[in-house]
């Protein structure tokens, strides 16, 4: 599918976007007829009510979206996709006294309104097409909304598909597509080249454990991008439940939307030294599965005692945060699908994270209110550092008590970046039901709002 807008010199339907406290004066400013139409209607311009207006031949002459208060626009981020999937065959565009970042927004989510995963069973595609408006930059919108697609096709891809191998090629291309370089370990080489924990997370698998390592661009800031790609997770032998493995093809989330965050940047050509590593596992169960209470040595030296082999996510990223951090880039920024706890914590809908740094974290969630791509920080609690020392070893991981899970998680993680400017998502990557704009499945959370705090967090 193509998530693109309509050609700008394209016929079009106007969109009338209308907020109810702009609603009376835009209706006394109508034409008698279109006032009876509406009036008839019972519009009012609530939240997400929609009228077409059609002309003497019965065609749309033009739509109405009804925004409602400021209260009603915060519940709702993309109230332009509902109707963006509902509109016949046509193209439009939207009138609005609105600011260009609200009108952004509402084009992404009506890009998004075109999302199908479509590999294994074919779908129709939406009728409706939108030109940019003036106001907006319509190519980053659109590379936005090629970098979500690129992230939830690869979470809805089940884990026959979407192993190690498979996320290595994907990987590969996007790096082809921007002339990146790269560099792949894999299996027993992981050893060879000191990244244990990897190594003993994935041998379990027939499809081998792996990092991949991307370059891109040769001047600017450098920023560092580590996903966790566990691309399914049984538990290892604490295994999972049945309910809790269902969805677990999602569990290399943090490598998918660090790869469309990639994409992004790369495809805007922003000026940052990037580098992405993802460490690509399967936990699987077997003869040479690791075990409860097997005491691990990681890349930078420090052992870890094993009290879940559910708790693996934290072990693969362990090594690749060690090796990013050896480089000692301006930024480290890492994603994972980490812990049920943040889930319980926020719900599905926020990207919880974490950050060594105020101000950096100031910048993100201004920018992510902007990006309507919502986040919610959490903090590096260090009075709960001891929770993670077990004394047998320097570090747990997986605590007893079940108390503060994301946090113990994050300081976990923190213990092998030695960088000043960190921060960790630990973000779900999933919906369970459809929304407007938001399919159920994959998901993408995080990247937008990253992508435009950028300029502060960088100086860009």
């Known amino acids: ?9 394209a016929k079009s339907i106007p969109v ?38 059609t002309d003497e031949k019965g065609a749309p002459s033009c739509v109405l979206l009804g925004l409602g208060d400021a209260n009603d626009r915060a519940r709702d981020r993309f ?8 509109l016949p065959k046509g193209t439009y565009h939207f009138e609005a006294d609105l600011p260009d970042d609200m009108l952004a927004a509402f084009c992404f989510g009506w890009l998004q309104a075109g999302y199908r995963f479509d590999r294994y069973k074919s779908s129709d595609a939406m009728k409706a097409q939108l030109k940019a408006p003036s106001g907006v930059d319509a190519a980053r919108i659109e590379h936005m909304a090629a970098a979500e697609q690129l992230t939830r096709d690869l979470v809805n891809t089940p884990a026959n598909d979407m192993g190690p191998a498979a996320l290595e090629n994907a990987f590969l291309e996007l790096a082809k597509e921007y002339g990146a370089t790269t560099n792949v370990i894999t299996g027993d080489d992981l050893l060879s080249n000191n990244f244990p924990l990897i190594h003993t997370v994935g041998r379990a698998a027939v499809d081998a454990p792996r990092l991949l390592d991307m370059r891109w661009g040769k001047k600017g800031p450098t920023l560092t991008l580590v996903g966790k790609g566990v691309c399914f997770d049984t538990g290892g032998l604490n295994l999972k439940p049945g309910a809790s493995m269902g969805t677990m093809k999602k569990d290399m989330g943090g490598a998918a939307n660090v790869m469309g965050l990639a994409r992004m940047i790369m495809g805007l050509n922003l000026a940052v030294q990037l580098r992405v590593l993802i460490p690509t596992v399967e936990n699987s169960v077997s003869s040479n599965a690791f075990r409860p209470s097997d005491i691990l040595m990681s890349r930078k030296g420090l052992s870890v005692e094993i009290n879940n082999t559910d708790a693996e996510g934290r072990l693969v990223l362990a090594d690749a945060l060690a090796y990013a951090d050896e480089e000692n880039p301006d930024m480290i920024l890492s994603m994972a699908t980490l812990t049920g706890a943040a889930r319980v914590a926020v719900g599905p809908d926020l990207a919880p994270f974490y950050s060594t740094d105020e101000n950096d974290a100031v910048h993100l969630k201004s920018a992510a209110a902007t990006a309507a791509d919502p986040v919610w920080e959490m903090p590096f609690w260090d009075p709960y550092e001891a929770m993670i020392e077990p004394g047998i070893a320097d570090l747990d991981n997986a605590p007893a008590g079940g108390m503060a899970g994301s946090i113990t998680a994050a300081l976990f993680l923190r213990r092998f970046v030695s960088a000043p400017r960190y921060m960790h998502f630990d973000i779900y990557s999933w919906r369970a039901a459809a929304k407007p704009g938001l399919t159920k499945g994959g998901l993408a959370q995080g990247p937008r709002a990253i992508l435009a705090a950028l300029p502060k967090l960088l100086g860009l």
């Open 1 to 9: 599918m193509s998530l693109v807008f309509a050609p700008a010199d």
């Open 79 to 86: 109230p332009t996709a509902k109707l963006a999937a509902t």
């Open 16 to 53: 009338h976007l209308l907020p109810a406290d702009q609603f009376d004066d835009w209706l006394t400013k109508q034409e008698q007829t279109t006032s009876i139409w509406v009036e008839t209607a019972g519009f009012k311009a609530a939240s997400a009510s929609q009228l077409v207006i």
